[in-house]
């Protein structure tokens, strides 16, 4: 059973970084591609970033590119979102999510493997 717990939220101000964490057991990094979604109050979920399984391809929503920087770590089983020059538009719950190829952050409703989330708030 694959679990998936993210870490690393938190409070900044407008300009400030964050890195969120996310911790994958049950399946290798080798095997499944993993995607950071965001959801803020009264939105849609919306997919941010991906890294892909054994090629390790990424993907990033407009919005994030040049800011976020997505990267895993096979030997700690953990994926990594890198987030620079945080906007207040940044502000949700982000989860993190497992499924077979990036593509799959096209339809989020696919996706069975999604951790609880991790609060971030940018603010002044």
């Known amino acids: 059973q694959v679990q998936l717990v993210e870490s690393g939220g938190g409070l900044v101000q407008p300009g400030g970084s964050l890195r969120l964490s996310c911790a994958v057991s049950g399946v290798s990094l080798n095997y499944r591609a993993i995607m950071w979604f965001r959801q803020a109050p009264g939105k849609e979920r919306e997919g941010v970033s991906c890294?892909?399984?054994?090629?390790?391809?990424?993907y990033y929503t407009d919005s994030v590119k040049g800011r976020f920087t997505i990267s895993k770590d096979y030997a700690k089983k953990t994926v990594y979102l890198q987030m620079n020059s945080l906007k207040p538009e940044d502000t949700a719950v982000y989860y993190c999510?497992?499924?077979?190829?990036?593509?799959?952050?096209?339809?989020?409703?696919?996706?069975?493997?999604w951790g609880r989330g991790t609060q971030v708030t940018v603010s002044s």
């Open positions: 890294i892909g399984s054994s090629d390790g391809t990424t």
């Open positions: 999510a497992a499924d077979s190829t990036c593509g799959s952050i096209y339809h989020p409703s696919s996706i069975g493997s």
